[in-house]
């Protein structure tokens, strides 16, 4: 079992950035795929970015490619979501996720296919 705590949200202007640290305790290592979801209010959680156990795979939605870049730090135990060109519709929940991984390449999209999750940082990006 792995336990995730993200830190790194805050209030951030139209255009700036802010780096979303996710750090997993318990069984951790490079045995999970890890993912990046938000939620805003009212709406359902949605997929932001996904990075294989390897770590050599990413993906991400198409609403933040080329802003939003995802990384580990293996010896921390560490997942980064780095946010950049932050605009106004990206203000949700952010929470980071472990999924238990077919192969090491694999990505994962839903969230059933996540077993852990995180408790969240809020990220209010103001125009």
């Known amino acids: 079992q792995v336990q995730l705590v993200e830190s790194g949200g805050g209030l951030v202007q139209v255009g700036g950035s802010l780096r979303l640290s996710c750090a997993a305790s318990g069984r951790t290592g490079a045995m999970y795929a890890m993912g990046w979801f938000r939620q805003a209010p009212g709406k359902e959680r949605e997929f932001v970015s996904t990075?294989?156990?390897?770590?050599?795979?990413?993906d991400y939605t198409d609403s933040v490619k080329g802003r939003f870049t995802i990384s580990r730090d293996r010896a921390n135990n560490t997942v980064y979501l780095q946010m950049n060109s932050l605009k106004p519709e990206d203000t949700a929940v952010y929470y980071c996720?472990?999924?238990?991984?077919?192969?090491?390449?694999?990505?994962?999209?839903?969230?059933?296919?996540?077993?852990?999750w995180g408790q969240g940082t809020q990220v209010t990006v103001s125009s």
């Open positions: 990075m294989s156990r390897s770590g050599t795979v990413t």
């Open positions: 996720a472990a999924a238990v991984p077919v192969y090491s390449g694999r990505l994962y999209y839903r969230t059933d296919d996540y077993s852990y």
